[in-house]
């Protein structure tokens, strides 16, 4: 089964460009995660979707960063403009309903210099 | 704050050994943990998880233990092999986020 697919799997831009993460989930799972990990914090929630809808966007750091999830198998995390300090790793899951496990992409690699 | 923290920042263990990693969490309100494997330069990988009605809980070479009385999870690796190494997050969830602990690395050596 295709777990969790995320791209680029690396991306390294120039301060002040847009960027776009991108998330398929597994099929039949319906909610989502993004995350964000570095060193310093560890793994941060950024924003939940449940059925498509966000839920909880109260760990987007700033208005720069905007994500969306226009259907049931794709998500997206933008950030415009970018700074460096976004630099980390992105992390996108999803999960069934209730208690269940979350299922983690390979996440992408984002340096902004 | 609740919280979710790890005893040790870092394990070394010899190859054929048990492991044992710990986690304290604050939240008496969980009822889900889960523990996850992350390997260098990808996700977390879910391992095993044990709901609050439980106490023990077994995998393929792995246990989950729970004590709900002094808020401990551990999780335990039997015969540990090389690759076995990797950081190690426990998570608790008390309703849709998962709060993750700092991590602990896991290092096999022959």
């Known amino acids: 089964d295709a777990g969790v697919i995320q791209s680029p799997r690396h991306e390294v831009t120039e301060m002040g460009q847009e960027v776009t993460l991108r998330c398929k989930p597994i099929?039949?799972?319906?909610?989502l995660f993004w995350y964000r990990q570095t060193m310093m914090r560890g793994l941060e929630l950024l924003i939940y979707?449940?059925?498509?809808?966000?839920?909880?966007d109260s760990g987007m750091p700033e208005d720069r960063f905007s994500a969306k999830m226009p259907n049931a198998s794709f998500s997206t995390l933008k950030i415009q403009p970018s700074e460096p300090r976004d630099s980390a790793v992105y992390f996108c899951a999803s999960g069934g309903q209730g208690n269940q496990p979350q299922h983690f992409g390979d996440g992408t690699r984002l340096s902004i210099l | 704050g609740e919280s979710v923290g790890l005893h040790l920042p870092t394990l070394s263990v010899q190859e054929g050994d048990n492991s044992i990693i710990n986690c304290a969490y604050s939240?008496?309100?969980?009822?889900?943990f889960i523990w996850y494997k992350q390997e260098s330069g990808k996700g977390p990988q879910f391992i095993i998880d044990?709901?609050?009605?439980?106490d023990k809980r077994q995998g393929q070479r792995v246990t989950v233990l729970l004590n709900k009385t002094v808020k401990h999870l551990s999780l335990q690796i039997a015969a540990t092999q090389p690759g076995d190494s990797a950081v190690y997050f426990c998570?608790?969830?008390?309703?849709?986020?998962?709060?993750f602990g700092k991590g602990t690395s896991l290092l096999v050596t022959p």
């Open positions: 044990i709901r609050s009605n439980m």
């Open positions: 998570a608790e969830n008390s309703g849709y986020a998962l709060n």
């Open positions: 979707f449940n059925n498509n809808v966000p839920i909880d």
């Open positions: 939240n008496s309100a969980s009822d889900y």
């Open positions: 099929s039949g799972h319906n909610s």
